[in-house]
């Protein structure tokens, strides 16, 4: 059975950093692509950033965090990071680990779909 796991989320000051961290279960996804998502509350899940199986010749990043989140990953421990600095109050969500069979990652980040989601972490950040 799959699982992605996320950690890293929490509590932070208005222009903090956060470090998210997804790692991967039940299969590998070294040769697919992962990213991150995020949902506030009252409104639709949007995509964040994505990286595909090349990793820095296929990536992802929503307009909004261009320039302070930056996505990376670890092929040997099957896992994605989401490094989040300059945080502001309107980055507050819950935000998603997933990882797609076949889109690449623009694919997932403008489409918005994958196979497979993890469980969520809470960001929260405070004014």
């Known amino acids: 059975q799959v699982h992605l796991v996320e950690s890293g989320g929490g509590l932070v000051q208005a222009g903090g950093s956060l470090r998210l961290s997804c790692a991967a279960s039940?299969?590998?996804?070294?040769?697919?692509?992962m990213g991150w998502f995020r949902q506030a509350p009252g409104k639709e899940r949007e995509s964040v950033a994505a990286?595909?199986?090349?990793?820095?010749?296929?990536?992802y990043y929503a307009d909004d965090v261009k320039g302070r989140f930056t996505i990376s990953r670890d092929y040997a421990k099957d896992t994605v990071y989401l490094q989040m600095n300059s945080l502001k109050p309107e980055d507050t969500a819950v935000y998603y680990c997933?990882?797609?069979?076949?889109?690449?990652?623009?694919?997932?980040?403008?489409?918005?779909?994958?196979?497979?989601w993890g469980q969520g972490t809470q960001v929260t950040v405070s004014s």
């Open positions: 997933a990882a797609d069979s076949i889109r690449s990652a623009e694919a997932m980040g403008v489409i918005g779909g994958a196979d497979y």
């Open positions: 039940g299969r590998t996804f070294s040769r697919n692509a």
């Open positions: 990286i595909g199986w090349s990793g820095s010749r296929d990536l």
